[in-house]
């Protein structure tokens, strides 16, 4: 046994501190040991809420006879995806060489400077519909590795110039996307539009096509800039969104989604339950005017995800226990009653930093838009935990922590860009600028070149001295890229005031990525959402002095860009702080000012002005 990963920040490291095989953590440490022992290094990512991660480790990681050639003849490597991303993205793209069927758990052999030679997800015990089993692996790396060294040296080192020259290709930056081509993109999306059951999926998709939310391409439909030239864009957000909240990819209980459904009318979900979903899917219901919905994604947030110490856990776990036997979603088939009876899948409580920034970001939003206060101060409840433990003594960003153990993992340009873009929205939902200013700090800590940000300290140390060409990805998968997540977080500044160069630095991003994202739409729908927005003038709205009466309720509805309210004093900090839209912002009764493109009307105080 190995006590290597008891004392991890990762729950899904932690779960693997008992199993026979000798387990390192993700770190230097383990390369040295396979370099002074002349070993491979198998390197097993996953994530704790993954079903196959689960099988594969009661299948193989508990076997005493795996573990032991395992340890004998390898030096193991356990990683949490969500706890690395970049080293998860790296080994993704090597694996690419050798299998199509990426995923997780990804099974990957390096040679001791970490350079891939094989790989491949899950293996069986046994052989088993064409895959090799575990040990039927094991023995043929084995052997290649001390019988034909040079052709793994060679293999490897042909990947790694294959990632580097990926990695070196410099995309050709152009202009903005007009509304016109957005709206190409939004059209050429909706062509994959299953008007069926709803959602995306090819044109000749089976039955048993699997269906995900796809959040960032429902918010990238959702833009008020395609309204107009391409009304069904919302109409086709509303078709899907009403088809997933009706179908079991939603819990009828507390109200929070499945991660997706392995069947294409949303039946049969994977049933663990991500931050980063039900963070988007808040934001996709409450612009969609499923207030309901809204409501219950909101309840399961706070409710099962969010930690005593603030911060939203990473995920909920497929299975749980039930009548003794491992059960992946039964406790879901169960009513609210005779839940209570049952222990509840684990909670994935690691605390992502960006991810909590979506979750802080998305229950501003909404506790602004339905007035309801509980929601806010969730949401501010968040944001200082991550501020208080999230950052280190050099004021970088920390990825992830677990209780008190900090990772060591580093912040990613996700987690800056999250992380900003959520702290910008609860200063609007609270009035308080401090949270302004925290989310300019970050943003800026990223923008040397606004074309390519990126963050501070740079990758992950252990690519970085084997010499490893990183593989960030800036596609927006179930939640946005870096990239996007930054030009995100600087256009919200710039709507706050912050200055033309936020604009700017949104727009530079989009621009180096524009022609690939308008070419792909389904796979940059975070990136297109910020295009989207750069293409219209902006609509901002700032109620002074308002709390639950009529003009200030009214002001909260209007379809704005931005909705802040404040008092008067927060009005004249966010204009000392450098936040221009704040600017002369006074009232001594509630008051309401209509601003197009910054230029603002005259202040409104009663109801039938707000309506002309």
Known sequence: MTSRLAAAASPYLRAHAGNPVAWYPWGAEAFAEAARRDVPVFISIGYSTCHWCHVMARESFQDAETARRLNDGFVAIKVDREEHPEVDETYLAAASAFTRNLGWPLSVFTTPEGRAFFAGTYFPPEPRAGMPAFGQVLAAVREAWTQRRGEVQQTADAVVEALRAAEDAVPTAGALPSVDELAGAARAALGREDREY?????????????KFPTVPLLRFLQAPALAEPLPDAPAAVHRAL???ASSPLRDVVD????????RRDWTVPHYERMLTDNAGLLDVALDAGELDTARGVARFLIDVLQRPSGGFAAAQDSESWIDGQRSEGGYYARGADDRAALEPPAIDGKIVTGWNGMAIGALARAGSRLDDERLVEAARWAADAVLETGVGPDGRLRRAWFDEIVSPAQATLEDYGL???????LAAATGEPAYARR???????CLDDPADPAVPGGSDPVLTAHALPGAASESDGDHPSGPSALADAAF????????ERYRQAAASVVEARAAQAVAEPTSHGALLRVAAQLAVPPHQVVAVGGGRDELTARARRLPADVFAQVTADQARAFAEAGFALFEG???????VYDCRDFACRLPVTDVAALGR
Request: hydrophobic share 55%; glycine share 16%.
């Open 242 to 244: 009403r088809a997933m």
């Open 198 to 210: 709803g959602g995306f999926a090819p044109a000749d998709a089976s039955m048993t096509t699997p």
């Open 419 to 425: 992380l900003a873009a959520g702290l910008a929205s």
């Open 492 to 499: 919200a500044l710039w709507l706050l005031g912050a200055g």
């Open 585 to 591: 912002k006074v009232g001594a009764v509630p008051t």
């Open 439 to 445: 989310a300019r700090e970050l943003v800026d800590a």
């Open 255 to 262: 109200g929070g989604f499945f991660r997706y459904a392995t």
